[in-house]
């Protein structure tokens, strides 16, 4: 039997952190694994998410596709060396195509940066996929919808779905009602829980206001993430009780770097 029969997707967390740089959270990045797509997917890539990879023993050569949210460096940073190590590795060569999905600021980003920081060569496989507002993707096996959030920078959301199984991410947002309609009825919902309760920010979700899109949206288990230290620092128990605060009564994860989750449809 596949291990993977009795799972829809795997989700590994390559950074749980923000831009302020803490020695035990990377900036935002997850590698995900959908059941029958080899290689797997990186969804953000924040600084040091490559050498997580590695960590954990995954190739970065085969990946299939690279999801981004948005341009911010705790998003993004890791994205040109990951060109550069699909095209500089010695002895190798990428044939496959490598996807990348994300806003038009993703493109624009690689248009200025390739050529002048790094040059793929001619032939290098890559295939942009520019995504906006209320975009359906639908490829064999899975189907994406990205939608337009609220944040200090352009930003998308993106919600999969395999074979009944829904995961969702919420990049970085503050609480809007496109956060709202994507996470709707979500077996996982990865969220941003980026300031404690009574320390708001704009462009940003408290504890408190993740758990509040949880349980409007009826999402099974919440994964929060994008942890600053004010969160990040917290007991357990005073995170939990942050978000518990909102009436939110499924099950709670608190992102920690290369932590893995396997989920399955209720
Ligand atoms: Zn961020
Ligand atoms: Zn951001």
Known sequence: MNPRDNFQFKVTILGSGSCVPQPDR?????????????????????????????????NYQEIQSVFISHVHPDHISSLLPFLQALNYTP??????????????????YLKRNLGFSISLRRDFPLEFVELRDKKMINQEGWSLISRSLKHSSPTLGFRWEVDGCILVYGADSQFCDALLELA????????????????????????????????ESSVEKLLLSHLYP??????????????????????????EDLMSLNITPR
Request: charged share 25%; net charge neutral; proline share 6%.
């Open 26 to 58: 990377y900036p935002s990045s997850y590698f995900i694994q959908p059941p029958g797509i080899s290689g797997g997917w990186l969804v953000d890539l924040g600084s040091g998410a490559l050498q997580h990879l590695a960590e954990i023993k995954e």
């Open 91 to 108: 002895n190798f060569k990428r044939k496959e195509p490598l996807f990348i999905y994300g806003p038009w600021e993703v493109k624009e």
């Open 184 to 215: 709707e009825g979500a077996n996982l919902l990865i969220l941003e829980s980026s300031f404690r309760k009574d320390n708001p920010n704009p462009g940003h979700l408290t504890t408190f206001q993740a758990g509040k899109i949880a349980l």
């Open 230 to 255: 004010g969160v990040g620092n917290l007991s357990l128990e005073k995170r939990e009780s942050e978000v518990r605060a909102s009436g939110y009564k499924g099950e709670i994860i608190f992102a």
